[in-house]
């Protein structure tokens, strides 16, 4: 497959779009048509002029600051500069005159002056937007000598380091000598080559929304500053989101790895493989060496901006703990054995065949990767429902967004968030619940900010004072710090201020809606039971606050609903989904920019694993398996029958190992021992089955109980699509070859043939096209079509050809919207005298899930371990101090670790993060899980806290175990 | 599957159908089951109730007899 040639205008056109009516002018001879509200710099950049300039970037608004791209304009005095004027009808622009030619030259005189010049040994060599304007004005000398300066050690005039160390080969001279910032592990801020430019600190401020970096001092001494003074990057609020590295036009802010390895020479556009934002990136390479990542602008989910994970920590795939060989194994108290990769496939082949042989075809199955591609997902649901001849399929969004699935499903008639991200640009209120969008989302938090500081209005319903509560230039006009467990209580209750206020949208219930539903739900909220005065003392939620809220969301405009695992991982999961959706078709938000419900998936490729009919019940496209004539479609496709009873979810699965009858598992891309509620349970129906096949970079958790491992692929290295959590389908490109020598559709079809199935897929492209040919929402989606728009929105069909960016615009997919009664019902996980603490769980910024990639990076150095995170009344109750370990214990289980004292959280919640192995935070969690999916209940969980002295029987066990499990024996002469 | 986990999660979903409007929620009860329900739970599902079905929600119970018996033993 021939590289990705971009083929949209990477130039940087100096300041944002604009969208307003056509204004015509002329620069340089050259007529030119812009939007009004265009400033002159990016217009003559339309018309193939590029002004120089320095502290313009079209990410960020014009600053006016460096006099550079001064131009002429006929019949006006002066020389103005271009990036702050906005253009006008019939304007005459000279960019090239020599009264500008002089001042630019005379500006970039002074600027170099202040700066080295050891441009050859610069890690911006070849990159540097000051060294490209030197060129550009005909800078050809500067009068001014050496002087005062930041960047010569020896204090003799030296403008470079090794001219400085030339003159003064030990020591120091100069005072006001500064050096590098390398605090923080990606990239370093060099003083002495800031130009003073304020683009990092408005990058910050515009683009991701921090404000952690100021410029400090005045003149000769302005500095970029992150925090407070003493702070370094490191010890600063910034994030490392990356915007400031990507707005330095010099080598102040620098990457490392380019510092490192050399500024890269070509690029291919991907998608990030973290949180389903799905961002776009530019993979810039020397030869197959990945040299950085870098945001790409015309992304259409990202807009240009990155986070810590999707920009820095991709090293993972180079670790020395990958995995590159196949190995196998007798029995998991065994060592390892390496051997090639047709003698891995027969051993697997031949123990999955002797396990149907004798104990029936549903005695195997598969867990597809939401972390993998559609095409991979896709095979790997193939294989068991093609050659395994049984549903047994199941993938990870079993345990985050099951509910999102089937509660949208039944209320609208699909699986989907309703709108794409450009939407948030739209919205006036904003209710986030049961998600942490600045940690888990990073990337739309940073677009959602920038609303909310135009002046959108903020909900937030969380147990825990989230960033997005109040932080730098943005705070909530409500939080609603619920009692875990107690959503559908709260939704309801706003509904029920909803309708007895009369706020709802009744024009539009009774077109797009079944009115008599509506009454039917109206009565049933209307209940006195319901109203929130009644509610408070269950859900902890004051009356007064949710009133206003449910009035803002109804009242204020365009109200748009972003929800996370908060809300589907509960026994009411499901019901709280329902009761979302009813909130926003009862109030008129839904079909249009601005509105609807858009779940927030956790994984790069939920949404993809979901459509790809991953789930045991559903063919692709969320079609049930009872239907014979969608059985139809993919039985004339494959040539074999497909089984018409849905097949076991994962807990089922495990139940049913535990029970003797599902003996042989093909894991793809999964640590289920890590990542699944009830740890013990889980391994110990992985340790009942003959045959597990864990298919992973990395031998990780579930590996220790697995008797075949097939070294995988990462993202870097394998072509596909992922879909995002807008239904955006990305194309995913190869950038190098992979290291264990196959991508990992390869391995899943290499498999299938190895048990006789005889596929001959050459390329993902093919799967794509058996996709569109068996699932109507897909029927429009060729590799073509994604090489031409950049990526398409599903259902992408005959009647959407390019897509669709809002659901349910004229209608609802299922016709009319349904409402359904939302009663509250108390999960069975209660606190008590033994305990009497609710623990909820969740993520953080640095780290992503298990772990498994953002471990085996530099990350770490923000999040080492996992914390509890403890009221200070609690802790004092039980004398616990900041940092102390502490036993956390359940019903199920118990483990240690340090305790975090906070009042983030309320007295009576404690909270922690799940990304570490030996803390292992799913010990504790239970199996009890949502009525309707099974979608395990992670974020009510009673548990009691107490001092303890460190690990845990069970954490040393464990540790002991995983060591065992993951020998491996040196390969065989 | 331990019979207390299963008749947990019958219990589950008769409670929510119990909430409902109408009086379809026996039947509605047993089409979720048979659409999420593996054959082999359902079967062991249909032992229990005719063992007697203790602790069973009478919504739950009661949907035993729209449960589809699974066609083969796995």
Redesign the interface.
Known sequence: MKDFIIPWDDRDMGTPAKSGKPVHLTIDGIDVTVPAGTSVMRAAAEAGIAVPKLCATDSLDAFGSCRLCVVEIEGRRGTPASCTTPVHAGMVVHTQSSKVKKIRKGVMELYVSDHPLDCLTCAANGDCELQDMAGMVGLRDVRYTPGDNHFDPSGSGARSQSEARLRMPEGEANPRYIAKDQSNPYFTYDPSKCIVCSRCVRACEEVQGTFALTIQGRGFESRVSAGMAGDDFLSSDCVSCGACVQACPTATLQEKSVAELGTPDRELVTTCAYCGVGCSFKAELNGDELVRMTPWKHGKANRGHSCVKGRFAYGYAEHPDRILNPMIRDRIEDPWREVSWEEALSFAAGRLKAIQEKHGRKSVGVITSSRCTNEETYLVQKLTRAVFMNNNTDTCARVCHSPTGYGLGQTYGTSAGTQDFDSVEQVDVAVVIGANPTDGHPVFASRLKKRLRQGAKLIVIDPRRIDLVKSAHIAASHHLALTPGTNVAVVTALAHVIVTEKLYDEAFIRARCDWDEFMAYAEFVSEKRHAPESTALLTGVNAQELRAAARLYAQGGNGAIYYGLGVTEHSQGSTTVMGLANLAMMTGNIGREGVGVNPLRGQNNVQGSCDMGSFPHELPGYRHVKLPEVRKVFEDAWGVPIDPEPGLRIPNMLDAAVDGTFRGLYCQGEDILQSDPDTKHVAAGLAAMDCVIVHDLFLNETANYAHVFLPGSSFLEKNGTFTNAERRINRVRKVMAPKNGYEDWEVTQLLANAMGAGWAYTHPEQIMAEIAATTPSFAGVTYDLLEEKGSVQWPCNEEHPEGTPLMHVDGFVRGKGRFIVTEYVATDEKTGPRFPLLLTTGRILSQYNVGAQTRRTANSVWHEQDLLEIHPHDAENRGLKEGDWVKLASRSGETTLRAKITDRVSPGVVYTTFHHPDTQANVVTTDFSDWATNCPEYKVTAVQVAPSNGPSDWQEDYAAQAERARRILPAAE | ??PE?MV??AN??A??FA???GDTGAEDVAA?I????????RAQYLDYVAQGGEGLHPLAAAAAAHIHA??E??
């Not at chain 2, 048979?34 to 739970?41: A, L, Q, S, T, V």
């Open positions: 599957m331990s986990k947990m999660m589950q979903i409670t929510f909430t409902q409007p979720h048979n659409d999420f329900w593996e054959p082999r739970m699974p066609s033993k796995a």
